[in-house]
């Protein structure tokens, strides 16, 4: 792992909810391309992760800084979530949230056109940049529906797709924004086996023909084993492993947090 | 033996009768409440005064009919009056008996007649409260020569007809039946356009005798000789025809699988036929109407339907409620007050109306802004609390800067339209019947609006406000910012206020806080949710319809109305469309799969409540 160039650069992040404190100190570093997958049991503080690094949430100590480009730099703290994504950063949540009253092509459309440029009088009056800005959405919507294997769903509605379409929509929708990294959180939930190939599939291709990052969040051990290049795993907000898969699935302390054989570790924070 | 243990026949059980009864002392609490000398600081007084009037009774059915109506539905819901299985017949035949059989219909009939009847005696035997009583006789008479009827009559078709339907969805299978036939699509329309013809004022019949169809009868309103009989009966079939082809073509559509653009319905130049031929009609047909007509279009439609479209984009489109939308009304039309010299300060220059509208366009798009950036973080409730009490200190302020705005008392006048070039003097005349030239103002002002509207609804904008609608976490998450889109829904919609405000000013010349007040903006939201929250061409109907119904009060003064009765009325309206129309009287698409949605449990279709909430898991 090169040093030089990283994507997130995640320092001692704290994140407290009151008395309890959900994130601990947290470092996390991705390289620029890189697949890294953040597992850990329920409650681990995974998602509460996620949404310090898409600014929903902001944490107490620490520092987050996101690199659209090697020579350019973003402090997440304290950016409002609509900025986030706008610098680059792209997510899907753990559970479904399309737009279910409208149709597939428009949910994607909506994600590819949120950082155009027209205005309430531009689409008003049907200006120049606002046709450009329509034929433009369009076709890149056509390609991304293409690209994640939904084009002949274009016309269905959100909430009349079978789950692991959905899931598919929520990647194309976010990819829409024309990410530099992609946040996914446990895309696989509630999928099928022959779905999870399809997604494992979809994943790799995303990183490897569009170049975007993936932070991953999932519990199928074996979809993150043979996507991940690299792994953190969170216990009670803290981080108590890292490393490529082989290692971290012989490493006694995550065997340990997955399994709980001691009653001994206490509730940190 | 206790009311829980007792059999009741046809399946009723107490529930029923707590609805009905409920339902019925409704009515009558709404009748002595709201009588045409009555309010609520003089309860009974109605009832006392006029029990031999049709308004009293009137009520008391309604409370009664909802009762009935609501226990048919409880009871179809469950399935108790479903249709035993040997009687779901495939025959055409059969399937005629069945719908003119249709169980819960016969009941619902009978209690509507014992509802009459009980009715009437009440009324008989309170009688002698009354100085001049009438006899059950005469009662009966005035009842069957009122109003009543007819609206009763108007009440049960739909009712009816619902009954029927569901009753077919659930009986037949879908494929094959004549009910779904395009002859018979085309055959309710063509009956559609001969009861809306029936109903459709000022020739509705004054009583629904039989004499008054007759052909070639002495009057030339007899029904059949009048004209537009046979428009509605026309327009009726061309809708089914037209409701015919775009389903047939969604289905071609369907079969081929061909892309096309979400939304786009019809071919670009068939709309524009559509649209070439509505401005035709609203421009020529006008011209052509009767008194009546003309005053309702002039006098109630116009500024109600601007009001309303800018209101659209708040409520239908964001899915912001904003409860003090005719503070911005207000602002344009002092505005315009002050700009042409009406108000007791000066401005530094008088100026030609025409050139006032840019200027209330601004004050009240930056009075939306204003109030917008710090309020839009709220939610549901709490926004619209915030702004009932805009429009509240906008009303108060008026009322009493008696320095700026002369009071209460009202200041005018205010200038009216006109052009003053070289060669060319026209000003609008605000005579109150008998001229046009306001309407074609209005038009001229309104025709844009609704086609920049209808292109904002299907733009980036458009969707952008969908999606915060639908889930306003997923939409942050796609880089929307939702203060933003807010503010502008806000601010689009208060100019819209500001424009309908400076014509209105112009119109009336005299402006009084009074007309200023909260129950405008309610009027309006009434205008909205009744047509179809979010949909051009509903809010359109919606403020056109209920408009009517005033104007028809008012023209007809039939029972005593009074202005401020009309909430009254809107209030039964509203409740029929809330139980049978929920998404309004032609929702949008978008709207229409809300609902849906909202029925499935999937999220919320009300965006006037809270979006979904909770952890962004």
């Not at chain 2, 200038?415 to 074609?440: E, Q, V």
């Not at chain 2, 309104?446 to 976490?473: K, Y």
């Amino acid at each position: 792992m090169s040093t030089d160039d990283l994507i997130f650069d995640v320092r001692d992040v704290t994140l407290r909810f009151g008395g309890v404190t959900s994130l601990n100190n947290v470092s996390i570093q991705q390289s620029r391309g890189e697949i890294l997958a953040v597992i850990g049991p329920n409650g681990a503080g995974k998602t509460s992760l996620f949404n310090c690094l898409t600014g929903v949430y902001t944490p107490q100590v620490g520092e987050i800084i996101f690199h659209p480009s090697q020579d350019q730099s973003v402090s997440i703290m304290g950016r409002l979530p609509h900025k986030v994504t706008q610098a680059g950063v792209a997510r899907t949540f753990q559970t479904s949230r399309m737009f279910n009253a409208l149709t597939t092509f428009e949910n994607v459309k909506i994600g590819v056109e949120a950082r155009h440029k027209t205005g309430p009088i531009g689409a008003m009056l049907h200006l120049p940049r606002r046709n450009r800005e329509e034929r433009e959405s369009d076709q890149r919507t056509l390609e991304l529906l293409a690209f994640v294997g939904l084009e002949h769903r274009m016309n269905t509605l959100a909430d009349s797709l079978p789950y692991g379409d959905r899931r598919r929509l929520e990647i194309a929708r976010a990819l829409g924004t024309n990410p530099k990294v992609l946040l996914l959180d446990e895309p696989a939930a509630g999928t099928n086996p022959s779905e999870k190939l399809e997604l494992t599939d979809l994943i790799r291709r995303i990183n490897q023909e569009m170049g975007v990052s993936i932070l991953l969040i999932e519990h199928d051990m074996r979809l993150v084993m043979s996507l991940a290049e690299r792994l953190y795993v969170l216990n009670f907000g803290e981080v108590i492993a890292t490393g490529p898969p082989k290692e971290i699935q012989e490493n006694p302390a995550v065997i340990t947090a997955y399994l709980g054989t001691t009653e001994t570790e206490g509730v940190s924070g | 033996m206790s009311i829980n243990e007792r059999k009741w026949p046809l399946g009723l059980d107490k529930d029923d009768l707590r609805l009905a009864v409920t339902c019925f002392f409704g009515g009558l609490l709404l009748a002595v409440m709201t009588g045409p000398e009555g309010n609520l600081s003089s309860p009974g007084f109605a009832f006392q005064h006029s029990i031999f009037s049709s308004h009293v009774y009137g009520f008391v059915i309604f409370g009664l009919l909802l009762g009935a109506l609501s226990v048919t539905r409880r009871k179809s819901k469950m399935g108790v009056w479903e249709l035993p299985v040997s009687l779901r017949l495939v025959t055409v035949k059969e399937k005629i008996r069945t719908l003119t059989n249709t169980y819960p219909a016969i009941i619902f009939g009978v209690v509507a007649f014992i509802a009459l009847i009980a009715a009437l005696l009440v009324a008989d035997f309170t009688g002698p409260l009354v100085p001049n009583k009438l006899s059950f006789g005469q009662l009966l008479h005035q009842f069957v020569n009122s109003r009543t009827y007819g609206y009763i009559s108007i009440a049960e078709a739909p009712l009816v007809i619902r009954l029927v339907r569901t009753r077919l969805k659930k009986s037949t299978p879908a494929q094959g039946s004549i009910f779904s036939s395009n002859v018979a699509t085309v055959i309710y329309g063509l009956v559609g356009g001969f009861l809306f013809a029936l109903f459709a004022d000022p020739w509705l019949p004054p009583r629904f005798r039989w004499s008054y169809f007759t052909f070639g009868g002495p009057s030339n309103n007899a029904f059949f000789h009048h004209w537009t009989t046979y428009l509605w009966i026309v327009m009726g079939g061309l809708l089914a025809g037209r409701y015919i082809f775009v389903k047939t073509s969604d289905i071609r559509r369907a079969k081929t699988q061909r892309f096309r653009r979400p939304r786009a319905e019809v071919s670009a130049s068939t709309r524009f036929v559509m649209y070439a031929g509505c401005l035709f009609v609203a421009v020529e047909a006008p011209k052509y109407l009767n008194a009546f007509w003309q005053s309702t279009i002039y006098q109630q439609i116009g500024i109600f339907v601007l009001l309303a479209i800018g209101l659209n984009v708040v409520i239908g489109f964001a899915g912001l409620l904003d409860l003090g939308y005719v503070a911005f009304y207000a602002l344009g039309a002092y505005t315009n007050a002050y700009f042409t010299g009406a108000l007791p300060i000066h401005p530094p220059f008088i100026l030609n109306t025409f050139f006032v509208v840019p200027i209330a366009v601004i004050v009240a798009m930056l009075a939306g802004v204003l109030l917008g950036l710090p309020t839009l973080r709220l939610r549901g409730d709490y926004l619209a609390i915030v702004t009932l009490g805009f429009g509240e200190i906008v009303y108060v302020l008026i009322s009493n800067l008696t320095s700026v705005t002369d009071g209460a008392g009202g200041t005018g006048p205010a200038g009216g339209f006109s052009i003053n070039l070289p060669g060319i003097h026209y000003a609008w005349s605000a005579a109150l019947t008998g001229d046009l030239s306001y309407y074609y103002l209005l038009l001229g002002f309104m025709v844009p609006i609704l086609f920049l509207f209808t292109s904002l609804n299907n733009s980036r904008v458009g969707r952008s406000w969908a999606a915060i609608r639908e889930d306003e976490v997923a939409a942050t998450s796609l880089g929307i910012n939702p203060l933003k889109y807010k503010v502008m829904a806000f601010a689009i919609g208060a100019s819209t206020s500001g424009v309908a405000g400076v014509l209105s000013s112009a119109k009336l010349g005299a402006l009084f806080p009074s007309d200023f007040a909260l129950q405008l903006s309610i009027f309006v939201v009434i205008l909205v949710i009744f047509g179809g929250m979010g949909s051009i061409v509903g809010v359109l109907v919606g403020a056109a319809f209920l408009n009517w119904v005033t104007q028809y009060l008012i023209f007809h003064s039939f029972i005593d109305y009074q202005d401020a009765d009309k909430f009254m009325y809107f209030g039964a309206l509203l409740i029929l469309a809330m139980i049978f129309r929920p998404q309004g009287l032609v929702p949008s698409k978008r709207r229409v799969r809300e609902f849906e949605d909202e029925e499935a449990g999937l999220g919320s279709a009300d965006a006037l409540g809270t979006a979904v909430e909770g952890p962004l898991s």
